[in-house]
């Protein structure tokens, strides 16, 4: 069992920047895969990143890259997600999700634990 909780998240204007950090507690933070979801209102969930559990490889769904950047510190239990030239279209909860396998999914079946989810608006 892992417990993820989320923060950074708030409001900032379109062409801002934001980082956000997800701290698990409960097992060791190593061996789980993680990736950011978001979700808009009257929106799916839908995948945003993710961050393999051995070497680090990372996924981006189109619409981020090059914006957003996924990145991982195993000593302190923490995945962070940098997200720079924010559009108004990133307005929604972001949450956090681990999986105690290599990773990389996109799907949210894909990983068995999540976090509370933080807000993230982005004004025009």
């Known amino acids: 069992q892992v417990q993820l909780v989320e923060s950074g998240g708030g409001l900032v204007q379109a062409g801002g920047s934001l980082r956000l950090s997800c701290v698990a507690s409960?097992?060791?933070?190593?061996?789980?895969?993680m990736g950011w979801f978001r979700q808009a209102p009257g929106k799916e969930r839908e995948f945003v990143a993710a961050?393999?559990?051995?070497?680090?490889?990372?996924e981006y769904t189109d619409s981020v890259k090059g914006r957003f950047t996924i990145s991982r510190v195993n000593a302190k239990n923490t995945v962070y997600l940098q997200m720079n030239s924010l559009k108004p279209e990133d307005t929604a909860v972001y949450y956090c999700?681990?999986?105690?396998?290599?990773?990389?999914?996109?799907?949210?079946?894909?990983?068995?634990?999540w976090g509370q989810g933080t807000q993230v608006t982005v004004s025009s």
């Open positions: 409960g097992r060791t933070f190593s061996r789980y895969a």
């Open positions: 961050i393999s559990r051995v070497d680090y490889t990372t």
């Open positions: 999700a681990a999986v105690d396998d290599y990773g990389l999914g996109r799907s949210t079946v894909s990983y068995d634990y």
